[in-house]
């Protein structure tokens, strides 16, 4: 049966990596996409990753810098930041409009769990962000 994705799959995949001793949870794009051939560039493997399956970062790694360009492979995309959706494969300019915030993607069909980091040992509410 197909399970829950998201922050639940990550759960599984670090099951699967202690049982196996192999795998990834951080990982270059070109794991989820291997027929993707831009993915192969040295630009896309170094500055960005996912996390999981549908976790997208991409990093604003340069001084002075609030932009770039970045990739987003065939699938649609939501901004965490603003909700926008981006359908790849393209580019696209990301700006990072949050100081010391990535720009984070969420991929399509995705479910990541999030909680606030005040009191969580006496909490156990929830936000549960999903994209269709």
């Known amino acids: 049966t197909e399970q829950i994705v998201g922050s639940v799959r990550c759960v599984q995949e670090t099951e699967f990596i202690l049982k196996n001793g192999t795998g990834t949870i951080i990982k270059p794009l070109f794991y989820e996409f291997p027929n993707d051939e ?9 500055e960005q990753f996912l996390i999981g399956r549908g976790l997208m970062f991409v990093p604003i790694l340069y001084p002075n810098t609030t932009e770039r360009s970045a990739y987003f ?28 915030l990535l720009p984070t ?28």
């Open 105 to 132: 993607y969420l991929r399509a069909g995705e479910v990541l769990f999030m909680q606030n980091t005040t009191n969580i040992t006496r909490s156990w509410q929830l936000c549960l962000l999903y994209t269709s």
């Open 73 to 100: 492979p065939n699938d649609t995309w939501f901004s965490l930041e603003t909700g926008e959706s981006i359908t790849g494969p393209v580019f696209v300019n990301v700006t990072n409009e949050v100081p010391n």
């Open 38 to 46: 831009i993915l192969y560039e040295d630009q896309l493997i170094d």
